[in-house]
């Protein structure tokens, strides 16, 4: 098991372009998670999902934003007409339900919109 | 709602200094506790976690913590810090209302001269 994989490592967009980042969760956990950090500040959930279910979005998630699990497996995470402001680090964990909150991270897509 | 404040966001310390990075967060539930440790390039790591039981819980690479309920702390201490524990300190909270989501207090980044 390689741990918790996320693609793009870095992104560079257009303002007003769309981008898709993926995440591969540890393959036994049934729980999957985003979060968004930008400079100088901690990690800010987004939203996370129980197998494909998408159980709880943070108001930090506006309509330009979707994610997804279709498989209950690997996830992505879009975001359409990119803005200066959505320039930050998106990190994926995972977890097994049941195990407390025992994350596993990924290494996250660092993503720049100029 | 619940929230992580940390009250130092840049330490610069010599080697074989002490270390106490302090941690309080807002909620009056039961909570669990976290601190991650973020090496530069690299992703969040797991340095010790409270859930219930003793107070004064160890972690990994000397690192341990201290839960004082009644001050709702949770402060981060290392005895003697070395080079290679220079990194990004999060301190991070999950309660019982809000399901496994961690909340992230804004980081402690720690230099440690060699």
């Known amino acids: 098991d390689t741990g918790v994989s996320q693609n793009p490592r870095h992104k560079i967009t257009k303002r007003g372009q769309n981008v898709t980042f993926r995440c591969d969760p540890i393959?036994?956990?049934?729980?999957l998670y985003w979060y968004r950090q930008t400079l100088g500040q901690g990690p800010e959930f987004l939203t996370y999902?129980?197998?494909?279910?998408?159980?709880?979005k943070s108001r930090l998630l506006s309509d330009r934003f979707s994610a997804e699990r279709p498989k209950g497996s690997f996830s992505t995470l879009e975001i359409q007409r990119t803005e200066q402001g959505d320039s930050a680090m998106y990190l994926c964990?995972?977890?097994?339900?049941?195990?407390?909150?025992?994350?596993?991270f990924g290494s996250g897509t660092r993503l720049t919109v100029v | 709602a619940q929230s992580v404040s940390q009250h130092n966001h840049h330490v610069i310390l010599s080697e074989a200094a002490s270390l106490e990075l302090g941690c309080n967060y807002s909620?009056?539930?039961?909570?669990?506790l976290f601190w991650y440790v973020q090496y530069p390039g690299q992703h969040l790591q797991l340095l010790l976690k409270?859930?219930?039981?003793?107070?004064l819980v160890k972690g990994i690479k000397g690192f341990e913590a201290e839960f004082i309920k009644s001050k709702f702390s949770f402060n981060l201490r290392k005895p003697s810090v070395q080079w290679s524990d220079t990194a990004e300190y999060f301190c991070?909270?999950?309660?019982?209302?809000?399901?496994?989501?961690?909340?992230f207090g804004g980081g402690t980044r720690l230099m440690v001269k060699p």
């Open positions: 909620y009056g539930g039961t909570v669990n």
């Open positions: 393959s036994e956990h049934n729980r």
């Open positions: 964990a995972s977890s097994l339900l049941g195990t407390g909150s025992r994350y596993t």
């Open positions: 999902f129980q197998n494909e279910a998408q159980l709880e």
């Open positions: 409270y859930f219930s039981g003793d107070p």
């Open positions: 991070a909270v999950t309660s019982d209302n809000a399901g496994n989501m961690l909340t």
